[in-house]
């Protein structure tokens, strides 16, 4: 196993790690786990771009150089970095680490999930023809730091919703912890609109690249489907917010739906047969 892969299996730990004190501090309600909870999510983040950096180079030595984005296991790598950065951002400017444990533990699984891959698919790999293209990178980060606010705003939508569970039920310290239901909504929406904005990049820059690759800006191939399903939800969810002015629980159930709709666009369309059967 080369130093790449090792030192992303031993992220894939430190997530955990930093997923099971931020957990902690939700529930036993004592800031004490909260720093370190941070430090480790900071920890894995800077690891993990040092693994991607010595991946990218290792791929030069090997004459095939690429950036490390070009299959499933490597943008599951990227997925799960993009989470991690965007939260501990969020997590800087709102100065509080409640989010912590429900967003930190989705790059944990994300980065288990590319441990069980096939051994292949951890080696660094000649590209395809249709990948051997400039707007890869472009196409790819655009895409990944949409989804990477959609599963932000999928975390908040959860604490809402959690929140209100406590309304009116007496006293339940770990609920109390929780910020205003208003503050979470807000969140969300801005959340919202920072996946929208990248996920239409990415869908620009990917059809930019399949015209170049393809001959055809767009081939209705069931990734591609499947984006547009998915950027249609999230274009609903803000013209409902600008238009009816939807708030509340309806946003937060818009929130998990969309993100349900990432997932199956990130992972199941590729049980079906495409253009983009290489992720």
Not at 67 to 72: E, F, I, T
Request: hydrophobic share 55%.
């Amino acid at each position: 196993m080369v130093i790449n892969t090792t030192i992303l299996s031993w992220v894939t730990f430190i997530y955990l790690a930093s997923s099971i004190f931020y957990i902690f501090r939700m529930v036993t309600g004592r800031a004490f786990w909260g720093p370190f909870a941070s430090y480790i999510a900071l920890a894995g983040l800077i690891a993990q771009s040092f693994a991607l950096i010595l991946r990218w180079v290792e791929s030069y030595k090997l004459g095939i150089g690429h950036a490390p984005l070009s299959n499933l296991y490597e943008s599951l790598i990227f997925f799960a970095w993009s989470i991690v950065l965007l939260y501990l951002i969020v997590e800087w400017r709102i100065k509080s680490r409640n989010l912590g444990a429900f967003v930190i533990p989705f790059a944990f699984l994300f980065m288990a999930y590319a441990s069980f891959s096939p051994d292949v698919s951890s080696r660094i790999q000649p590209l395809i023809p249709a990948l051997q293209s400039n707007w890869l990178i472009s196409h790819v980060i655009t895409c990944f730091i949409g989804y990477a606010a959609f599963t932000i705003a999928c975390g908040l939508g959860f604490m809402y919703l959690l929140k209100g569970l406590g309304k009116g039920r007496g006293p339940r310290p770990f609920l109390r912890s929780l910020p205003d239901r208003e503050i979470l909504d807000e969140l969300a929406y801005h959340s919202v609109v920072i996946g929208f904005i990248f996920l239409t990049l990415g869908i620009i820059t990917g059809s930019v690249w399949a015209y170049s690759a393809w001959g055809s800006y767009w081939s209705w191939d069931p990734k591609e489907t499947w984006s547009l399903i998915t950027w249609l939800i999230y274009a609903a969810m803000l013209h409902s917010r600008f238009v009816r002015d939807w708030r509340g629980k309806r946003m937060a159930i818009m929130s998990i739906i969309g993100f349900a709709s990432v997932l199956f666009t990130y992972f199941g369309v590729n049980y079906l047969p495409g253009l983009h059967s290489y992720f």
